[in-house]
């Protein structure tokens, strides 16, 4: 009897053993060396899972870059898959950005070069490719990458990799019955922080700064802590807010980071949870009770999955006592924001977003964009260098969605006509628009890179909607003064862009010093001159709206429009 009563303690202690919280390891430098393999891992001792990751068995290493330092990063390939990996928030030229167009084959490495020109914060990395991004990072890879730089060191915050400072990627897995990861699921009943199931963590009783990333496919998070205790918000995806910001409850989309800080020091000896409380989340987000704005909307099996409308705990902290050279104190002010004013915007795009299929399977997507469904072949944007633009995003879709541009980080101008809440006026790269035709609207510039033919992407972060082509793709023009080549990946008679136009045109320029007659419908010449490389463009700013007809030498007539 005593021994049976022994086994079922130690069977009731090891169903609710907790397995101490993974830190990935740390690459830094100006040479990385990331090699993308398979592996194994045993969630469930003894059973294996096979999984993919970067240096690893399962996810990656945290890669630690400087501002204004440079890094080349080789990529290795050793996965049976081609893949691509992404530096998800860096700001980087577009060749060196690892969308689906840079793919990494297997066998083969890709070195993307580049200088970090990124704030401090809390960026990461995936794989994209296309229509494949939800398998590979299910599988395994994503990893964290920090930038550090002049501005952020002077503040005194927590720091200290794994002592102080806590990377948490907050996942969610769907397992099969032998414990194989289900990647296509909304079962996805296992919660994990870096890759550890029921994970604890050891924090010292101080100031402890914790950087979050929502890494999972599909699920919003609303995170908080036991007996709601106040914490304070420091970072958005793209750098440090104006201020910290006390707050019980933070909402994390997926591709979100914030970082937080938590004064642990009146906690010494005691533990407590960091939890999602699903419970509080509004309906139509992922992971409320219901996805969908009403009752009809359903997914198949998201009912069945009781994280969805319910809280359950994220990392159980066990407070420690505190370390050497403490932080004990919140800092009162961060940086300074200095967002581009609206009146500089030369456009407001407007994306809608929209179900492919009306009705109430309209919850199931897939989704699209402006009508469209994502196309390799197809740029849905060209955007003039250095332009200052609105982005207005409307969606008319039954769930909210977590809208990701690559390039840049934005500022969220309002959202239904308001402003955002605090913890989302700093520097975003990721933003929720949320169902019942809610408009967001974000300002943004396109600065520092351009490349005519090489794309950046923009889309949805859940990563089903992504791979089932919820995105888009935007190059950067080439100045004035530089040649642009044709687009190879546009229509391939490409001549003039863009058209209509309003201002510039630019011409693709096939033979230096070629010739131009601009004719009205009426065939009256209205402009002409030599175009060339340093001069590729026509200038059509005083012509008045309407429809004309341009000719390059003996060449045939373009028509083009001004608007
Ligand atoms: Cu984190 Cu285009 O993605
Ligand atoms: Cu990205
Ligand atoms: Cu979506």
Same mark, same amino acid.
């Given at each position: 009897?005593?021994?049976?009563?022994?086994?079922?303690?130690?069977?009731?202690?090891?169903?609710?053993?907790?397995?101490?919280?993974?830190?990935?390891?740390?690459?830094?430098?100006?040479?990385?060396?990331?090699?993308?393999?398979?592996?194994?891992?045993?969630?469930?001792?003894?059973?294996?899972? +096979?999984?993919?990751?970067?240096?690893?068995?399962?996810?990656?290493?945290?890669?630690?870059?400087?501002?204004?330092?440079?890094?080349?990063?080789?990529?290795? +390939?050793?996965?049976?898959?081609?893949?691509?990996?992404?530096?998800?928030?860096?700001?980087?030229?577009?060749? +060196?950005?690892?969308?689906?167009?840079?793919?990494?084959?297997?066998?083969?490495?890709?070195?993307?070069?580049?200088?970090?020109?990124?704030?401090?914060? =809390?960026?990461?990395?995936?794989?994209?490719?296309?229509?494949?991004?939800?398998?590979?990072?299910?599988?395994?890879?994503?990893?964290?990458?920090?930038?550090?730089?002049?501005?952020?060191?002077?503040?005194?915050?927590?720091?200290?990799?794994?002592?102080?400072?806590?990377?948490?990627?907050?996942?969610?897995?769907?397992?099969?019955?032998?414990?194989?990861?289900?990647?296509?699921?909304?079962?996805?009943?296992?919660?994990?922080?870096?890759?550890?199931?029921?994970?604890?963590?050891?924090?010292?009783?101080?100031?402890?700064?914790?950087?979050?990333?929502?890494?999972?496919?599909?699920?919003?998070?609303?995170?908080?802590?036991?007996?709601?205790?106040?914490?304070?918000?420091?970072?958005?995806?793209?750098?440090?807010?104006?201020?910290?910001?006390?707050?019980?409850?933070?909402?994390?989309?997926?591709?979100?980071?914030?970082?937080?800080?938590?004064?642990?020091?009146?906690?010494?000896? %005691?533990?407590?949870?960091?939890?999602?409380?699903?419970?509080?989340?509004?309906?139509?987000?992922?992971?409320?009770?219901?996805?969908?704005?009403?009752?009809?909307?359903?997914?198949?099996?998201?009912?069945?999955?009781?994280?969805?409308?319910?809280?359950?705990?994220?990392?159980?902290?066990?407070?420690?006592?505190?370390?050497?050279?403490?932080?004990?104190?919140?800092?009162?002010?961060?940086?300074?924001? +200095?967002?581009?004013?609206?009146?500089?915007?030369?456009?407001?795009?407007?994306?809608?977003?929209?179900?492919?299929? $009306?009705?109430?399977?309209?919850?199931?997507?897939?989704? $699209?964009?402006?009508?469209? $469904?994502?196309?390799?072949?197809?740029?849905?944007? %060209?955007?003039?260098?250095?332009?200052?633009?609105?982005?207005?995003?409307?969606?008319?879709?039954?769930?909210?969605?977590?809208?990701?541009?690559?390039?840049?980080?934005?500022?969220?101008?309002?959202?239904?006509?308001?402003?955002?809440?605090?913890?989302?006026?700093?520097?975003?790269?990721?933003?929720?628009?949320?169902?019942?035709?809610?408009?967001?609207?974000?300002?943004?510039?396109?600065?520092?890179?351009?490349?005519?033919?090489?794309?950046?992407?923009?889309?949805?972060?859940?990563?089903?909607?992504?791979?089932?082509?919820?995105?888009?793709?935007?190059?950067?023009?080439?100045?004035?003064?530089?040649?642009?080549?044709?687009?190879?990946?546009?229509?391939?008679?490409?001549?003039?862009?863009?058209?209509?136009?309003?201002?510039? !045109?630019?011409?693709?320029?096939?033979?230096?010093?070629?010739?131009?007659? !601009?004719?009205?419908?009426?065939?009256?010449?209205?402009?002409?001159?030599?175009?060339?490389? =340093?001069?590729?463009?026509?200038?059509?700013?005083?012509?008045?709206?309407?429809?004309?007809? !341009?000719?390059?030498?003996?060449?045939?007539?373009?028509?083009?429009?001004?608007?």
């Amino acid at each position: 009897m005593k021994k049976l009563v022994f086994l079922l303690i130690s069977f009731v202690a090891l169903l609710n053993a907790q397995n101490p919280l993974l830190i990935p390891d740390t690459l830094s430098g100006s040479t990385i060396n990331l090699a993308l393999k398979q592996g194994t891992v045993a969630f469930y001792n003894p059973q294996v899972t +096979n999984t993919y990751g970067a240096n690893g068995n399962i996810l990656g290493p945290t890669l630690i870059l400087n501002k204004n330092y440079s890094v080349t990063i080789n990529v290795n +390939n050793q996965l049976p898959d081609t893949t691509t990996i992404h530096w998800h928030g860096l700001h980087v030229s577009p060749l +060196n950005d690892g969308g689906p167009h840079i793919t990494i084959p297997p066998t083969t490495t890709w070195s993307p070069s580049f200088k970090v020109k990124d704030w401090a914060a =809390t960026y990461w990395y995936h794989p994209h490719l296309h229509m494949h991004t939800n398998d590979h990072v299910q599988k395994g890879i994503a990893g964290f990458i920090i930038v550090r730089d002049s501005v952020e060191r002077l503040i005194n915050l927590p720091r200290t990799y794994g002592v102080d400072d806590f990377p948490l990627a907050i996942q969610t897995k769907a397992f099969d019955v032998n414990k194989q990861i289900v990647v296509l699921s909304a079962l996805d009943t296992a919660v994990m922080i870096n890759a550890t199931l029921k994970p604890f963590l050891n924090a010292p009783a101080q100031v402890v700064r914790f950087r979050v990333l929502n890494g999972s496919s599909e699920r919003a998070y609303n995170i908080g802590f036991t007996g709601n205790k106040t914490f304070f918000q420091i970072a958005s995806d793209g750098g440090l807010l104006t201020a910290p910001l006390s707050m019980t409850r933070l909402r994390l989309l997926p591709g979100e980071r914030a970082e937080i800080l938590i004064d642990l020091a009146p906690y010494n000896g %005691q533990s407590f949870d960091m939890i999602s409380f699903g419970a509080e989340l509004p309906n139509a987000i992922y992971g409320a009770a219901q996805p969908g704005m009403g009752p009809g909307q359903v997914i198949p099996s998201y009912s069945l999955n009781p994280l969805n409308g319910n809280n359950f705990t994220l990392l159980k902290l066990n407070v420690v006592s505190a370390t050497a050279n403490p932080v004990t104190t919140m800092p009162t002010a961060l940086v300074a924001h +200095n967002p581009w004013p609206q009146a500089s915007a030369a456009i407001t795009r407007t994306l809608i977003f929209m179900a492919a299929n $009306m009705g109430p399977t309209a919850i199931q997507g897939p989704f $699209m964009i402006n009508n469209q $469904m994502f196309d390799m072949n197809v740029i849905n944007y %060209q955007i003039p260098f250095n332009n200052v633009e609105i982005w207005q995003l409307q969606n008319q879709t039954p769930i909210a969605h977590p809208f990701h541009i690559h390039d840049v980080h934005f500022y969220v101008l309002d959202i239904n006509g308001n402003p955002p809440p605090l913890n989302e006026q700093g520097r975003k790269d990721v933003i929720m628009v949320p169902a019942g035709n809610s408009i967001v609207r974000f300002i943004t510039k396109f600065e520092t890179f351009y490349n005519d033919t090489a794309p950046y992407m923009y889309h949805c972060h859940m990563l089903t909607h992504e791979d089932e082509g919820m995105m888009g793709q935007f190059v950067v023009n080439s100045p004035i003064g530089i040649s642009i080549k044709e687009n190879a990946l546009t229509n391939k008679s490409l001549v003039l862009y863009p058209n209509p136009g309003t201002d510039k !045109v630019y011409v693709k320029v096939e033979k230096q010093n070629s010739t131009y007659l !601009v004719a009205d419908v009426m065939g009256k010449i209205v402009l002409s001159g030599t175009l060339n490389t =340093t001069k590729n463009f026509i200038d059509i700013g005083e012509l008045k709206n309407g429809v004309y007809f !341009v000719k390059f030498d003996s060449s045939k007539t373009h028509k083009l429009i001004k608007e």
